[in-house]
């Protein structure tokens, strides 16, 4: 009978030895391009600053500034809902944003996308699918880096 056994240890499971998978994100060639960074899924909201370095994919709710402190890239995911102003250095657009966009190098409004505010960056690419509202102004690089650095450098209001 079962009941009269010792009872049985339980060995804790060996860590796995396979690497866990990394965010990938489209390089327009069809071919992934393997990520790492930060992520704010679905369900996380956020009222104020959002600042991050490399890599940050919001799927979630922010209300507020989205600044990258060193050139970072920026996904918008499909469910995502921003409200406030992104600086970065480049930027993909998959969900809604009611803000401005200053992208230091690249600004990507993704088919299914809203964006209710201006942009300026030195390469928009608009999908045909995309909504965008506001005005574009294509700049320099050069002249994007600096505006950015001395938005920056501005002490908030």
């Given at each position: ?68 402190t060193s050139g970072g890239r920026l996904t918008i995911g499909e469910h995502a809902e921003i409200k406030g102003e992104i ?24 088919a299914g996308c809203t964006l209710r505010g201006d942009i300026e960056a030195p390469r928009l690419v608009v999908d045909e ?29």
């Amino acid at each position: 009978m079962q009941m009269f056994n010792p009872p049985r240890r339980v060995e804790p499971a060996a860590p796995s030895l396979v690497p866990t998978p990394q965010a990938t994100a489209s390089n327009g060639n069809n071919a992934p391009a393997v990520r790492s960074g930060a992520v704010l899924s679905s369900g996380v909201s956020i009222k104020g600053s959002v600042k991050f370095g490399s890599d940050l994919v919001i799927d979630g709710y922010v209300e507020g500034s989205i600044d990258s402190t060193s050139g970072g890239r920026l996904t918008i995911g499909e469910h995502a809902e921003i409200k406030g102003e992104i600086r970065t250095k480049s930027v993909t657009v998959h969900g809604t944003v009611e803000g401005d966009i200053i992208a230091e190098e690249r600004c990507e409004l993704r088919a299914g996308c809203t964006l209710r505010g201006d942009i300026e960056a030195p390469r928009l690419v608009v999908d045909e699918e995309a909504t965008f509202l506001g005005s574009a102004k294509i700049s320099s690089p050069k002249k994007a880096a600096e505006m950015a650095a001395a938005a920056s450098e501005s002490p908030a209001a």
